[in-house]
């Protein structure tokens, strides 16, 4: 399986709304296509792990590439995989970023993180704290 994590800049424009909808999108047509994984949201940048066979992780990969809510998507982390470690999600959200943090707080917790990605994650979910400007 493959795992990849990429990072990207939000459109300024998008709403709660837009979002809850992009979410409700995505969890759909990953349960639909046995993906899973993880997408942080700091209301500037998008992070997301997503895991699952490689053919359909590489095309969601397209999608998302083209997706105009999102730009300069780079990916951080490429690699092939055991295991899953988000199995249970279709894509883990929260739209309240302290209730996420303890979401994958509880994951790193079980040991389910390998220890970079966790990291990885730890950071962008930081960076978010801080807010901008500070
Ligand atoms: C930040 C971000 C994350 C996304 N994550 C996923 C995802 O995990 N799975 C997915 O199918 N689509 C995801 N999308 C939506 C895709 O870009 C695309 O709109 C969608 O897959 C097309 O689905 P449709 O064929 O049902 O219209 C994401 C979009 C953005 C902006």
Do not use: K, W
């Not at 046995?34 to 999608?63: H, K, W």
């Not at 899953?84 to 999600?89: C, G, L, N, P, V």
């Not at 302290?98 to 079980?110: C, I, K, M, V």
């Amino acid at each position: 399986m493959l795992s990849v994590i990429y990072v990207s800049v939000a459109d300024p424009g998008l709403t709660p709304a837009d979002i809850a909808a992009m979410v409700a999108q995505a969890q759909a047509n990953n349960a639909r296509d046995g993906l899973t994984g993880a997408l942080i949201y700091n209301g500037q940048n998008f992070m997301q792990l997503l895991e699952g066979p490689v053919a359909r992780v590489e095309a969601c990969l397209a999608r998302i590439r083209a997706d105009l809510r999102h730009n300069g998507v780079i990916e951080i982390r490429r690699r092939l995989v055991e295991e899953r470690e988000f199995s249970a999600f279709s894509m883990l959200y929260s739209p309240l970023f302290r209730e996420h943090d303890a979401g994958l707080s509880r994951l790193a917790a079980r040991g389910q993180l390998d220890p970079q990605d966790e990291q990885m994650m730890a950071n962008f979910l930081a960076l978010g704290h801080r807010g901008p400007g500070g």
